[in-house]
Each structure stands twice: as C-alpha cells, then as structure tokens.
C-alpha cells in the first residue's frame, strides 16, 4: 500500500506562485504514473496534470496549461506542482495520485490506485 502525502498548499493572491509535492513512502515510487487532481467546493475532482514513469512526458489540463508545470524527483520518492499565474477559479483542493501498471498517462480518476489526503489552495482576487 502506497502512501501519499501534501505539502505546499496555502492562500496566495491572484497573480502569484505556490509550488506542491507530494511525497510517497514506498519503495516503488518509480513505477507509477503520478498525477494531480483537484476539486472545487460543490464541484466534481478534475484532472490537473500527469507525468510518466521517467519524467519524461507530460500531460495538462487545458485550464492550467502554461501556467502549472508538473516535475518529479524519484531519487526523493517526490512529485510537485508549479503553479504560476493563479487565478481565483485555481481554488481548490489538490490531491496527488499514482498509478501503478500503467502503459499511458490516464487523466481519468478511476485509473489512479492511490490518493493523498490533499492539501488547500486559496487564490483570492
């Protein structure tokens, strides 16, 4: 059992940055597909970003894209959201997943076999 942890989240301004990771603590952090995931009060979880196995390739929402930039490092078991350019409508919560047995980058929720707790992203106008 794969375990994923938040860090990061806060309140900002319209306009600024905040940076999220995630850690995992298994030994098989390489493996997975990672993704972000986010849900808005009263609002379905919606795909935010995925990124491979390697690093090596990158999927976005088209609401973030430009904006956020999604990384990881498997030496530290770490995967982490850049946000920039926030906008009010980026308010949510943001949970981390990975996937495991994967041959693409699903943006779906039910592909993904683990999830964080999440953490609170605030972006007031």
């Known amino acids: 059992q794969e375990q994923l942890v938040e860090s990061g989240g806060g309140w900002v301004q319209a306009g600024g940055s905040l940076r999220l990771s995630c850690a995992a603590s298994?030994?098989?952090?390489?493996?997975?597909?990672m993704s972000w995931f986010r849900q808005a009060p009263g609002k379905e979880r919606e795909f935010v970003a995925a990124i491979s196995r390697s690093g090596g390739n990158t999927i976005y929402a088209d609401s973030v894209k430009g904006r956020f930039t999604i990384s990881r490092d498997n030496a530290k078991n770490t995967v982490y959201l850049e946000m920039n350019s926030l906008k009010p409508e980026d308010t949510a919560v943001y949970y981390c997943?990975?996937?495991?047995?994967?041959?693409?980058?699903?943006?779906?929720?039910?592909?993904?076999?683990?999830w964080g707790q999440g953490t609170q992203v605030t972006v007031s106008s």
């Open positions: 997943a990975a996937g495991e047995r994967l041959s693409t980058i699903p943006t779906t929720r039910l592909a993904y076999d683990y």
């Open positions: 298994g030994r098989t952090f390489s493996s997975y597909v």
